[in-house]
């Protein structure tokens, strides 16, 4: 029995260890962090320059909104992650709703950044109202594609789980696209620091 167990630890530790997705979404997602993390560090240099001008227009935007953005890319990423564990377990029942789920709070987010940059834009803060305001509309701008990408990606995810065959491939595709929504779901918990808490 002692032999038995062993012989399974070491065929576990010789087992080469599975990289979740594929493997190019993880040279996307290093890419595209990288990309985020200069743009982050360019703001940050250009707010240590002018503290009081970014933190009176820091007092424009509207934190009970993107505080419901953020509470709706949390909660899709939590569906996405419910959705994800069930392909990989082998059981498909219901998935499709969880993907639906988390579409509609990426839809929902969308909806709510239109409303904020109607009222900013009703204010006049716009992209040359000054250097706080063009670092914002850039940088959620990103962001907002990104969103509507990863929309894309869960509406594939909906079609794929709904298959009569499904096939380890296509698990896999499941796992890519829950990695692409999470990255998503960490640039706005970011942006959301930066933008709507840091004063």
Not at 38 to 50: D, G, I, P, Q, V
Not at 74 to 95: F, N, P
Request: one cysteine or more.
């Amino acid at each position: 029995m002692i032999l038995l167990r062993q012989s399974r630890a070491e065929a576990a530790a010789d087992s080469p260890r599975k990289i979740p997705g594929e493997e190019g979404i993880w040279v996307f997602v290093l890419g595209d962090m990288t990309v985020f993390a200069l743009f982050f560090a360019t703001f940050m240099y250009s707010r240590a320059k002018n503290p009081a001008l970014f933190a009176r227009d820091h007092g424009s935007l509207h934190v009970a909104l993107g505080t419901f953005n953020t509470v709706l890319l949390l909660s899709s990423s939590l569906l996405v992650v419910l959705g994800v564990q069930r392909v990989l377990g082998g059981r498909r029942d219901g998935v499709w709703r969880l993907f639906a789920g988390a579409l509609g709070c990426g839809a929902g987010f969308i909806g709510v950044k239109a409303i904020e940059w109607t009222q900013l834009f009703a204010a006049h803060k716009g992209v040359g109202s000054g250097e706080y305001f063009s670092y914002y509309f850039m940088f959620t701008g990103i962001h907002l594609l990104h969103v509507i990408i990863g929309i894309a990606v869960l509406s594939r995810l909906i079609v794929v789980v709904r298959q009569p065959e499904f096939s380890a491939k296509q698990a896999r595709l499941c796992e890519t696209g829950g990695i692409f929504w999470h990255m998503v779901d960490l640039l706005w918990v970011v942006l959301f620091a930066l933008f709507y808490l840091v004063r």
